[in-house]
């Protein structure tokens, strides 16, 4: 029976880890670096790798003290391997990889969790590739999982930990619980606090509501935990307090902690109820399953604060505990983003599994959920087929002429024949009351967004990146005599990352020009990459051809080298740059860029 078990567990493990190689790991490298953020992660990974420094996060010249370092780490131990630049020329394998891996370990965690510990009335076999293809088919977790930043990570990292805690708990042996307080440590260097409060809501909340909490408790033993948490994770905050002092302390807890969830930061006010919205689109196209999991697992909720139950079928308890505290914690957060609910998904996708389990046998419940999610498919299918309509709204000024190349690249076409198809395929199942409807449909969506998703990579980045890495590749050609490089108009760090300069970011304002006149004299910035030669008679321009037709622009000297999508590059001399920052100065315009955090993304 052991063996057989065992067996059992391999094969579900394996399916697992084949279906999350195809959602995150395929294709990885096959498309550039997305602007804005992620350039600045795989830069500052890149120079941690290059220049030995791997103590601070610093790119374009600048401390970038936005985040812990275990994103920038794992980045740069990829960027570190032999004949990188040769296996990774694009650089980016090495800088989405860590997303990628931490979801993929998180989705053979939730895997064996449910294999481990079949909750009540459960499918040992199915339910948990079902909870795992929950989560690895969120659309948020697709998109963020093969994005360069910390977001998806931490989920990996926080979810783990999360998992292990009940693991702990609803386990009968006297192993001592450290990988769970590991894990967090780890969140904890991915993200920051943030990690620690989401774990201490969680499984507090959790113990709350048990009657044996006190021997719950002390199977995750919080006292050593806690010191492993913080052995891990306090030495690097230490030493770069020591290090860098009140820079290091004001931008990462005042700005990037503090200020970010008590004020509005980069314009990212949304209203409290902003997560019940992103809740609906992060389960899509189950999300009805999700309600009926959680409304499921508050009615054990209910019944575990009032009387004892075994810990073992608590899982759903715990999830429902999980979601609510990430939740709460995020809508009173003055900055709201999409990629905060993403530690909630995991939850979310367990919650989906529960209703799963107890959906088995056809009911009025199970009758109206299906007949929900066929409408919401139906509903995808229609907003394609009409796609004309909302097509003629898309204005993105970086990509001019999206609208037509997603015509031409038959992305539309593709899409309509997905979701009618998956629409059909539904109806159809449900017709013949197929008992694993929900599996078969998530086999198909798990086909079907490898078959949408990759065109779509590909058409983003010729349309948006390519132009980016052309003007990069011509920067490095012809740049004279180590020229000063600046960006006006539209800001894209990916411009640094690709030509590996130090990059000026101004707006298209007059102010922004005088800025530039003023920076190339006092802002005297260089790093292990590039020191530029801030005395040479020339420097190097690009602008987006919005920019270039503003008159305090165009009307300065310049030589044309190149230009590319939506991008100039020019050659232009300080000497003219110097006499119409002039011009404007004595005109009563002034610089300011002393007066705001310069370049801050």
């Given at each position: 029976?052991?063996?057989?078990?065992?067996?059992?567990?391999?094969?579900?493990?394996?399916?697992v880890?084949?279906?999350g190689?195809?959602?995150?790991?395929?294709?990885?490298?096959?498309?550039?670096?997305?602007?804005?953020?992620?350039?600045?992660?795989?830069?500052?990974?890149?120079?941690?790798?290059e220049?030995?420094d791997w103590l601070?996060?610093?790119?374009?010249?600048?401390?970038?003290?936005?985040?812990?370092?275990?994103?920038?780490?794992?980045?740069?131990?990829?960027?570190?391997?032999?004949?990188n630049?040769?296996?990774?020329?694009?650089?980016t394998?090495?800088?989405?990889?860590?997303?990628?891996?931490?979801?993929?370990?998180?989705?053979?965690?939730?895997?064996?969790?449910l294999?481990?510990?079949?909750?009540?009335?459960?499918?040992?076999?199915?339910t948990p590739?079902?909870?795992?293809l929950?989560?690895?088919?969120?659309?948020?977790?697709?998109i963020?999982s093969?994005?360069?930043?910390?977001?998806?990570?931490?989920?990996?990292t926080?979810?783990?930990?999360?998992?292990l805690?009940?693991?702990?708990?609803?386990?009968?042996?006297?192993?001592?619980?450290?990988?769970?307080?590991?894990?967090?440590?780890?969140?904890?260097l991915?993200?920051?606090?943030?990690?620690?409060?989401?774990?201490?809501?969680?499984?507090?909340?959790?113990?709350f509501?048990?009657?044996?909490?006190?021997?719950?408790?002390?199977?995750?033993?919080?006292?050593?935990?806690?010191f492993?948490?913080?052995?891990?994770?306090?030495?690097?905050?230490?030493?770069?307090l020591i290090?860098?002092?009140?820079?290091f302390?004001?931008?990462?807890?005042?700005?990037?902690?503090?200020?970010?969830?008590?004020?509005?930061?980069?314009?990212?006010?949304?209203?409290?109820?902003?997560?019940?919205?992103?809740?609906?689109?992060?389960?899509?196209p189950?999300?009805?399953?999700?309600?009926?999991?959680?409304?499921?697992?508050?009615?054990?909720?209910?019944?575990?604060?009032?009387?004892s139950?075994?810990?073992t079928?608590?899982?759903?308890?715990?999830?429902l505990?999980?979601?609510?505290?990430?939740l709460?914690?995020?809508?009173?957060s003055?900055?709201?983003?999409?990629?905060?609910?993403?530690p909630?998904?995991?939850?979310?996708?367990i919650l989906?599994?529960?209703?799963?389990?107890?959906?088995?046998?056809?009911?009025?419940?199970?009758?109206?959920?299906?007949?929900?999610?066929?409408?919401?498919?139906f509903?995808?299918?229609?907003?394609?087929?009409?796609?004309?309509?909302?097509?003629?709204?898309?204005?993105?000024?970086?990509?001019?002429?999206?609208v037509?190349?997603?015509?031409l690249?038959?992305?539309?076409?593709?899409?309509?024949l997905?979701?009618?198809?998956?629409?059909i395929?539904?109806?159809?199942l449900f017709?013949?009351?197929?008992?694993?409807?929900?599996?078969?449909?998530?086999?198909?969506?798990?086909?079907?967004?490898?078959?949408?998703?990759?065109p779509?990579?590909?058409?983003?980045?010729?349309?948006?990146?390519?132009?980016?890495?052309?003007?990069?590749?011509l920067?490095?050609?012809?740049?004279?005599?180590k020229?000063?490089?600046?960006?006006?108009?539209?800001?894209?760090?990916?411009?640094?990352?690709?030509?590996?300069?130090?990059?000026?970011?101004?707006?298209?304002?007059?102010?922004?020009?005088?800025?530039?006149?003023?920076?190339?004299?006092?802002?005297?910035?260089?790093?292990y990459?590039?020191?530029?030669?801030?005395?040479?008679?020339?420097?190097?321009?690009?602008?987006?051809?919005?920019?270039?037709?503003?008159?305090?622009?165009?009307?300065?000297?310049?030589?044309?080298?190149?230009?590319?999508?939506?991008?100039?590059?020019?050659?232009?001399?300080k000497?003219?740059?110097?006499?119409?920052?002039?011009?404007?100065?004595?005109?009563?315009?002034?610089?300011?860029?002393?007066?705001?955090?310069?370049?801050?993304?």
């Open positions: 029976m052991i063996l057989l078990d065992s067996k059992k567990r391999f094969i579900t493990l394996l399916i880890l084949v279906s190689i195809i959602i995150f790991i395929l294709g990885l490298g096959t498309t550039g670096l997305v602007d804005e953020t992620p350039p600045l992660f795989a830069a500052a990974a890149r120079a941690m790798s220049s030995g601070t996060p610093k790119v374009n010249g600048m401390f970038r003290f936005d985040k812990p370092p275990l994103i920038y780490w794992l980045m740069g131990f990829f960027y570190s391997l032999p004949k630049e040769i296996w990774d020329s694009l650089g394998l090495s800088a989405r990889l860590p997303s990628a891996l931490g979801s993929l370990f998180l989705m053979l965690m939730i895997g064996d969790t294999f481990c510990w079949p909750q009540k009335g459960d499918r040992q076999f199915l590739i079902v909870a795992s929950g989560f690895a088919l969120s659309p948020l977790i697709i963020w093969r994005t360069a930043v910390s977001d998806a990570l931490l989920t990996g926080l979810g783990i930990s999360l998992l805690f009940w693991r702990r708990m609803a386990s009968d042996n006297n192993d001592q619980c450290i990988s769970a307080w590991v894990f967090l440590g780890l969140a904890i991915t993200k920051g606090p943030v990690a620690l409060i989401l774990a201490t809501l969680t499984v507090t909340s959790f113990l509501i048990q009657k044996d909490w006190k021997s719950l408790l002390g199977k995750i033993n919080p006292k050593k935990g806690f492993i948490t913080t052995l891990i994770s306090v030495p690097w905050y230490f030493l770069e290090k860098e002092g009140k820079p302390w004001e931008n990462f807890f005042g700005y990037h902690n503090f200020q970010r969830y008590t004020s509005v930061v980069n314009n990212h006010a949304e209203p409290f109820w902003f997560f019940l919205y992103i809740m609906i689109l992060a389960s899509l189950f999300t009805p399953f999700l309600y009926d999991g959680i409304f499921r697992a508050f009615k054990d909720f209910l019944k575990s604060s009032k009387e139950c075994n810990v079928e608590t899982l759903y308890t715990y999830s505990c999980w979601l609510v505290s990430v709460i914690f995020f809508s009173i003055a900055t709201k983003l999409p990629s905060y609910w993403l909630a998904i995991p939850a979310a996708a989906i599994s529960n209703s799963f389990v107890n959906l088995k046998n056809s009911n009025k419940s199970y009758l109206y959920l299906w007949i929900f999610n066929i409408l919401i498919l509903g995808l299918s229609i907003a394609f087929f009409f796609s004309n309509i909302w097509l003629s709204t898309i204005n993105d000024p970086e990509m001019p002429n999206l037509s190349e997603l015509i690249s038959g992305i539309i076409f593709k899409a309509k997905l979701f009618s198809s998956f629409t395929l539904a109806i159809i017709s013949f009351k197929v008992k694993n409807i929900f599996l078969y449909l998530q086999i198909f969506f798990l086909i079907g967004q490898s078959f949408l998703m990759s779509i990579r590909k058409l983003a980045d010729t349309s948006r990146q390519l132009p980016l890495r052309n003007i990069s590749k920067i490095l050609d012809i740049r004279e005599g020229e000063t490089l600046a960006m006006i108009g539209i800001r894209k760090p990916s411009l640094h990352y690709y030509s590996r300069q130090i990059v000026f970011y101004e707006p298209n304002t007059k102010e922004g020009l005088i800025n530039l006149s003023d920076r190339l004299n006092t802002d005297r910035r260089e790093n990459e590039d020191q530029p030669d801030y005395e040479y008679k020339s420097l190097l321009v690009v602008i987006d051809q919005y920019s270039s037709r503003e008159q305090h622009w165009s009307n300065i000297k310049h030589q044309k080298l190149g230009v590319y999508g939506i991008y100039n590059l020019w050659r232009i001399q000497s003219d740059l110097r006499k119409y920052s002039e011009l404007l100065v004595n005109s009563g315009y002034k610089s300011d860029w002393k007066n705001r955090n310069v370049e801050k993304f």
